[in-house]
Each structure stands twice: as structure tokens, then as C-alpha cells.
């Protein structure tokens, strides 16, 4: 009788040769031997396909998915329903796990503690070698655990990272948890939903997943099907903050779009795409900024001084091109807001944990 397989490694493959066999490498070389592995190759152009095949003669593990260019949530969702595993990992072509036993941590913490979702801590890569586990702590907090325990998700309200954790596939199915049909910006979604039905997860504060930075398309700036679904993503999160009461949660969802990444909303504007500005509207009437008295006076200023240029059909007058001023006026009032809540100890050793 065949083993039992524990876990399935679902990747979206579209042009990743460059990465992809060190990624598959990664997956192979685990100490975990029940795995199943689906490459969902995206329509590649590149000899990501050739790739795949060739690491199959030596690994049988390995399976091999073709669709047309759909993006990479269509595949991971094709991924979940094929998979017969009995939790699911999801990977990117162009990363690679931390350590051969990566796989078998998390899937022990999961079983032993009977949680349908368990993850550890994460890892970026830059171009230059450099790999990073500590991060910003006002907004990137969440992607370190300081001590392996179990997490109500209503006290960790975080949105990024989704890779490095599994999840029970029964529990994926049971409760029809599948990424939304975007072309950017569809995992946080899925994330923060997968976290909300399960209501908690184990936590591991070992590093489980290694991000290669700089690697993925251009983003929105060109394509107007990335300008809708970044827009609709940042709809999907506000509106599940209101509807389950997540403060911490909508705020982050809040200074993701119109701190960290004003810009982008600047140029899904000007597409003047009927779609998008639905999106964008959508976005808007999620929007309560009485719901966001800690957010930096000067970015509620500046939001809802655009927003009544958009209602208005004026050309938004954003003074995101003095970003450098608008960061650090936005940082100096984050500060000053966790050194009132939390006391100066707790703010100076957050800072010193995220270094």
C-alpha cells in the first residue's frame, strides 16, 4: 500500500527558469518523503517546462500541470482541488525553503497540535545576497515569531507572508478556501480568510520560508488587469476588518495602500478603465476614517483630500512625490503613537528585535 502523502508543495510556474531548479531542489531535498509536488506551469515561453521534466526522470514526486496564462492564484487553486495531500504548502518558482527539514516542522507542528494552519517565521532575499529575518515592526512586525506557541489569529491581525505556513487541505475544501481570481494581490485575501475560519494557528519562530526579492513582473504600472485586482485585494481585507471587528487589521490594510503604496492607487487612476474605477470606488466606500484616529493625521489628511478630488472628477493633487517627507512624517507619528499605547520600553524593544 502506497504511503500516506503528508504534504502537498503547490508551485505556479510561469518563466522561472533562472530559479526553478533550485526552487525544485529545495522541495526534493526535504527530509519529509511523503510529498507530492505540482509544478502548475502558467504558459510558459521559457524552458521552465524542460525544467520540470528533467527533474522529474529523478524524482518521481514530481508532477507536471499545463494551463493557459491564467495567473498564479488559477493555478494554486487548481493545485488545492488535484492535491492529495494531507496538508498543502505553497511555493514560488523563484524561492527555495530555508532547511531540508522545513517541511517536516511544520507539518509535526500542525499534527501535534491539531491545528488546521501552521507556520514560522520569514525570510527576504535581496539581489545582493543579503537576506533579511528582521523587518520594519510598525507594519512587517508579523512576519517573525519570537517564540514557537499558539496564536489566536483575532490577537496577530497580520496579512503577509501566506507562503510560509500549511494548511489542512480538508479544511481548504470544507470551508470552499480558494485565492480570488486576481492577477496581483489575490494571497493576502486568501490569508486573512484561511486565518479567520481556522481561529488559530502554531507558530513556529524558526525562519520557514526563504523570499527572493526583486524577481516578479513589473507590477501594475502597465497593466490594467494588475491595477484591478491590487485595488480589489486592498477592498477584500478593509471589508473583512469591518465585518469581524479587526482593528489592527483594517488600519494595515489601510497604510498598505495609501502609505506603502499610494503610488500604485496614483496609477490604477489613470487608466480611466470602467473596471478599475469600480475598484477604486469599492475601495473608497470600505473606507471609515473615524475608524482610523491612529493612522498619521497627515496621511488621513492626504487621503481624504484625493479622495474629494476624485469624487469631484479633478485630477488628484497628491503630494506623494515628496514621499521621502510624507514617510517620515508618517513614521514619526507611528512612533509617537506606540510609544503613548505601549510605554518607550516595549517601542525600544521592538526596534531592537526587528534589527
Known amino acids: 500500500m502506497a504511503e500516506m502523502c503528508k504534504v502537498t508543495v503547490i508551485i505556479p510556474v510561469y518563466n522561472a527558469e533562472r530559479f526553478l531548479r533550485q526552487c ?4 526534493t ?3 519529509m518523503e511523503a510529498l507530492e509536488i505540482l509544478c502548475i506551469d502558467d504558459g510558459s515561453t521559457d524552458a521552465s517546462a524542460a525544467i520540470i521534466a528533467q527533474c522529474q526522470q529523478s524524482d518521481p514526486r514530481i508532477q507536471l500541470l499545463r494551463q493557459e496564462n491564467s495567473g498564479s492564484g488559477v493555478a494554486r487553486n487548481r493545485g488545492i482541488r488535484y492535491a492529495r495531500g494531507e496538508y498543502i504548502a505553497f511555493m514560488d518558482a523563484d524561492d527555495y525553503y530555508p532547511e531540508a527539514a522545513t517541511l517536516e516542522k511544520l507539518y509535526c507542528g500542525a499534527v501535534e497540535h491539531d491545528t488546521a494552519i501552521c507556520g514560522g517565521s520569514f525570510s527576504a532575499l535581496w539581489p545582493d545576497g543579503t537576506a533579511v529575518t528582521r523587518f520594519d515592526p510598525v507594519r512587517y512586525w508579523g512576519y517573525t515569531f519570537i517564540e514557537d506557541g499558539l496564536w489566536q489569529y483575532r490577537d496577530y491581525q497580520f496579512d503577509f507572508g501566506y507562503h510560509r505556513f500549511v494548511y489542512r487541505r480538508a479544511f481548504l475544501l470544507e470551508n470552499a478556501l480558494f485565492f480570488p481570481d486576481y492577477l496581483r494581490y489575490q494571497d493576502p485575501p486568501f490569508f486573512v480568510r484561511a486565518m479567520t475560519a481556522a481561529g488559530c494557528f502554531y507558530a513556529l519562530r524558526d525562519v520557514t520560508y526563504c523570499y527572493r526579492m526583486g524577481t516578479g513582473s513589473r507590477g501594475i504600472m502597465q497593466s490594467p488587469a494588475k491595477a484591478w485586482g491590487q485595488m480589489m485585494g486592498y477592498a477584500d481585507n478593509l471589508e473583512h476588518a469591518l465585518a469581524h471587528g479587526y482593528t489592527a487589521l483594517y488600519r494595515l490594510t489601510f497604510e498598505r495602500c495609501y502609505v506603502d503604496n499610494w503610488h500604485l492607487v496614483l496609477a490604477a487612476e ?10 477604486l470606488q469599492r475601495l473608497d466606500d470600505a473606507i471609515d476614517l473615524s475608524r482610523l484616529s491612529d493612522a498619521a493625521p497627515f496621511v488621513r489628511w492626504r487621503y481624504e483630500k484625493d479622495r474629494r478630488a476624485r469624487r469631484s472628477g479633478k485630477k488628484p493633487t497628491s503630494v506623494w512625490a515628496c ?33
Open 24 to 27: 525544485l531542489d529545495s522541495v
Open 29 to 31: 531535498g526535504q527530509t
Open 270 to 279: 489613470q487608466f480611466h478603465d470602467p473596471e478599475i474605477d469600480r475598484a
Open 323 to 355: 514621499r521621502p517627507f510624507a514617510a517620515l512624517l508618517e513614521t514619526a507619528w507611528r512612533a509617537w503613537f506606540s510609544i503613548k499605547e505601549n510605554g518607550l520600553r516595549y517601542f525600544v524593544y521592538r526596534m531592537i528585535k526587528s534589527r
